[in-house]
Nanobody, 116 residues
Framework: QVQLVESGGGLVQPGGSLRLSCAAS????????IGWFRQAPGKEREGVSC????????YYADSVKGRFTVSRDNAKNTVYLQMNSLKPEDTAVYYC?????????WGQGTQVTVSS
């Protein structure tokens, strides 16, 4: 029974912040690289961020670099995505997965809406 559950989404104004969580059950999260993805209506899925399972190195898409930060809390079996300086174009359903290339297990997603 392997599950990933995203949470923390919501409605924020431009310039605001949200912290998304990706909580794992049925496996030990720190053995996996964890990717964050998003998909907006009418658009293709976009890779947002990745954190490795080995040295903790991170990747960010150019569109979010400098605004988003991914981190791990292995004691809580959880990966976080801190999103600051949010823009309307960040509006999407955000997903986490156990593969930074888009494979592996996926969560159900959490909606992020950035609007005034």
């Amino acid at each position: 029974q392997v599950q990933l559950v995203e949470s923390g989404g919501g409605l924020v104004q431009p310039g605001g912040s949200l912290r998304l969580s990706c909580a794992a059950s049925g496996f030990t999260l720190d053995y996996y690289a964890i990717g964050w993805f998003r998909q907006a209506p009418g658009k293709e899925r976009e890779g947002v961020s990745c954190i490795s399972s080995s040295d903790g190195s991170t990747y960010y898409a150019d569109s979010v670099k400098g605004r988003f930060t991914v981190s791990r809390d292995n004691a809580k079996n959880t990966v976080y995505l801190q999103m600051n300086s949010l823009k309307p174009e960040d509006t999407a359903v955000y997903y986490c997965a156990t593969d930074c290339g888009g494979g592996g297990y996926w969560g159900q997603g959490t909606q992020v809406t950035v609007s005034s």
